[in-house]
């Protein structure tokens, strides 16, 4: 062999040496943002991971004051079904309230929290029992039970017929005691 020879093939050898060191250097660095891409693919699942469970906790606790709200306003609205029943339509037995539709409300329109709940209302009358009466309306009334509020939307003929004949039974009785009143002067 001569010197040429030894030279080429030395420089080939270095050649092949640096070429594979540079190759292994490449792959490792590959197989390396390989391993970090893996990293970072199960961080960003964690993550999400962790945002759901958030999600799903938040989820359940609004749900949970959902239900502690409606279950509030359906004993509210019973209550006050009952009381407006007895104070506005002069009682009845047989009394029963039905909530349709239920409303929170944390703002300060009537100054504390309150619920607007839609209402139907029957009952049998006080002294006639075969008297059906019906209301529907809204009830107003904030969360701890103040400050009742009752918006009819709807009462049925018996009950309309009912309020005409106390309205004039009223005035009957103004006019009655006014002419009394006029006669002992």
Do not use: C
């Amino acid at each position: 062999m001569n010197t040429k020879t030894i030279i080429l093939l030395s420089l080939a050898v270095f050649g092949s040496i640096v070429y594979f060191r540079n190759l292994d250097n490449k792959i490792a660095d590959q197989l390396s943002a390989i391993e970090v891409a893996r990293q970072v693919e199960a961080e960003q699942r964690r993550y999400n991971d962790s945002i759901e469970e958030a999600r799903r906790l938040e989820a359940a606790r609004m749900e949970e004051i959902r239900s502690t709200h409606e279950a509030r306003a359906r004993y509210v609205a019973e209550n006050a079904g009952n009381l407006i029943i007895r104070e506005k339509y002069d009682d009845g037995i047989n009394k029963f309230t039905q909530m349709v539709y239920w409303e929170y409300y944390s703002g300060s329109e009537y100054g504390k929290p309150y619920y607007k709940i839609d209402v139907e209302m029957t009952w049998n009358g006080q002294f006639v029992h075969s008297n059906y009466y019906a209301a529907k309306g809204v009830i107003i009334i904030n969360t701890d039970g103040t400050n009742l509020q009752w918006k009819p939307t709807y009462i049925n003929p018996t009950l309309a017929q009912y309020l005409d004949d106390i309205n004039q039974a009223v005035f009957g009785g103004l006019l009655i005691g006014a002419g009394i009143a006029a006669l002992s002067e």
